[in-house]
């Protein structure tokens, strides 16, 4: 085996890029490291501590990931994280509204390396935030991590192949500019400044509250009130099971209806599992079984949607009055999977509706009154207080200014690589997760890839890498896949993807797996390791 690139002595196993860990004897010999065949491959007299190998923007569930897999795959790497806001936990420590909840099983939403050991497999926002903090503390990662700078803008200057980063410090009003080599993006896809408010007429003759769930006043005092909850996806489902424990009446007033599956706030299977084996193993079962089960759940509703229509109807009904107009409320037009599917734990949202304290309004609204919403069907609806649960605001990069050579780029015309690199642009991975199951199971392929791909860079004493596309017989398509109304909005700002592997996105866990893991995939023609940034593709054409 040749020599690899080691710049620490507290590893004793080098993740390497191609695919195999190995058990490394090396030795300090006049400030350099010498690995294997005794040929030097680093002088650590000569590293620039001013300059970091990575930079990781935010701290959320993806940037934990990441921070955890730079810390122990490329423990030679100078990183570190820039985090926005004052905390950790990205997502989950910005929406305080009622009941905010997972909507996916915590077993595939929690960390591989870490598994989640509460027994409830739909979890509340503060237990995921508890354990996102106690991830970072187990694995010492907060000192990783600088809170309170927001990434302003990267600039890639090819003659020195490192982005030049603009930072502010909020909260002090002040800019700092630092180098790195390499850009990992772990700020999600929402909008934190603002969500989506469609044009209301008449919203500002409204005398009461109107409140966006995104930003939740912690004195809201909704005791006894009448509310109306305008919206049908996740947050709308959430919120009103939760509010009817103290106001005096919710109303869900829906445009039209989402596809909504009730599943167990407690798996009974995977406790069980986790009773009788041990921590190590029961953590990889039980994180495989929820996986392969929700893929499964997906790939039939694409298969089957007719068949897989008519189950989700049939198990709406069995919760609901015989008299509940279940067609007209909870039957969509669309099938399963062509917008997201949302879920319920233990039926909470049917019970509110079985117990008076919920109702459902299917209908358009006309306009704002003084004291509630007037609908297009003639009737109005009385409001102490109004969520505009209407959904969220989507961005790429954080809304990052990415420059290559300060020229502007244009994520929309650009490919995406594995769902995680812009086609022809340098040094930059971007993690975004799975549409239609766990946030997380995409990510951390993403930073394994990751990982291996800076160590070969590291083996190769390569500079730059990138994907490129070496044809003009890729077409692109929408990147998500889904039909929804937040996606279908931001389709000016995201890229697009392929219609071929490496450059489709196939929503699929186990696809992704075995592509990302098999033994060439960090190796394909599409990706170039190089010492110095061209382009020399083609444009794409669109479908």
Not at 193 to 209: A, C, M, R, V, W
Not at 263 to 273: C, G, M, Q, S, Y
């Amino acid at each position: 085996m040749d020599a690899v690139t080691i710049e620490t002595l507290n590893a004793a196993t080098c993740y390497l890029a191609n695919d195999h860990y190995y058990k490394l004897t090396f030795k300090y010999q006049r400030g350099k490291i010498v690995v294997g065949n005794n040929k030097t491959m680093i002088d650590s007299d000569q590293n620039n501590d001013n300059i970091l190998d990575v930079l990781v923007v935010g701290a959320g569930l993806s940037g934990i990931s990441a921070a955890y897999y730079l810390k122990t795959h490329c423990p030679w790497a100078n990183f570190k994280v820039f985090e926005a806001r004052e905390s950790l936990g990205g997502t989950w420590d910005l929406f305080k509204y009622p009941g905010i909840r997972s909507d996916s099983d915590m077993f595939t939403l929690g960390f591989s390396f870490n598994p989640w050991k509460e027994k409830q497999s739909i979890a509340d926002g503060p237990a995921i935030l508890k354990y996102l903090n106690e991830t970072a503390v187990k694995f010492n990662l907060l000192n990783t991590i600088e809170f309170s700078s927001k990434i302003i803008s990267a600039d890639w200057n090819s003659d020195a192949s490192l982005w030049k980063v603009v930072i502010e410090k909020v909260g002090k009003q002040t800019t700092e500019t630092i180098q790195a080599k390499f850009l990992f993006f772990c700020s999600g896809y929402y909008n934190y400044d603002q969500g989506y408010l469609p044009e209301f007429k008449g919203i500002k003759t409204f005398k009461n509250s109107i409140v966006h769930p995104q930003f939740w006043p912690q004195d809201l005092d909704y005791k006894d009130k009448t509310v109306v909850v305008i919206g049908s996806g996740a947050t709308a489902i959430t919120l009103v099971p939760a509010l009817t424990k103290q106001a005096a009446h919710v109303t869900m007033l829906q445009r039209s209806p989402t596809y909504i599956v009730s599943l167990p706030k407690e798996d009974p299977v995977a406790n069980l599992i986790d009773s009788i084996l041990p921590d190590k193993v029961s953590g990889p079962i039980i994180r495989w079984m929820k996986a392969l089960v929700s893929q499964a759940s997906y790939r039939i509703s694409k298969l089957l949607p007719k068949q897989m229509a008519s189950l989700i109807k049939m198990q709406v009904k069995n919760q609901l009055p015989k008299d509940f107009d279940v067609d007209r409320h909870f039957t969509p037009k669309y099938n399963p999977w062509d917008q997201r599917l949302c879920v319920v734990p233990n039926g909470d949202l049917f019970s509110a509706i079985r117990h008076g304290k919920a109702s459902v309004v299917t209908d358009e609204i006309e306009s704002f009154t003084e004291n509630g919403i007037l609908l297009k069907s003639g009737s109005e609806i009385n409001a102490d207080i109004v969520v505009t649960a209407t959904g969220l605001d989507l961005v790429f990069l954080g809304k990052t200014q990415v420059t290559i050579d300060s020229v502007p780029i244009n994520p929309a015309e650009k490919m995406t690589y594995r769902g995680m690199m812009l086609q022809d642009v340098p040094n930059l991975v971007f993690s975004i997760g799975y549409t239609n199951a766990s946030w997380t199971l995409k990510c951390e392929l993403i930073c394994d890839y990751t990982v291996r791909m800076l160590n070969k860079m590291k083996l190769l004493n390569n500079s730059v890498v990138f994907p490129t596309i070496d044809n003009d017989n890729i077409t692109s398509e929408q990147l998500m896949g889904l039909t929804s109304g937040y996606i279908l909005r931001a389709g000016n700002l995201l890229p697009k993807q392929g219609n071929s592997y490496p450059w489709k996105v196939y929503q699929s866990y186990l696809k992704d797996y075995m592509y990302t893991k098999s033994p060439n995939s960090i190796n394909d023609k599409f990706l170039k390791f190089t010492d110095k940034f061209v382009i020399e593709s083609q444009a794409v054409s669109s479908s």
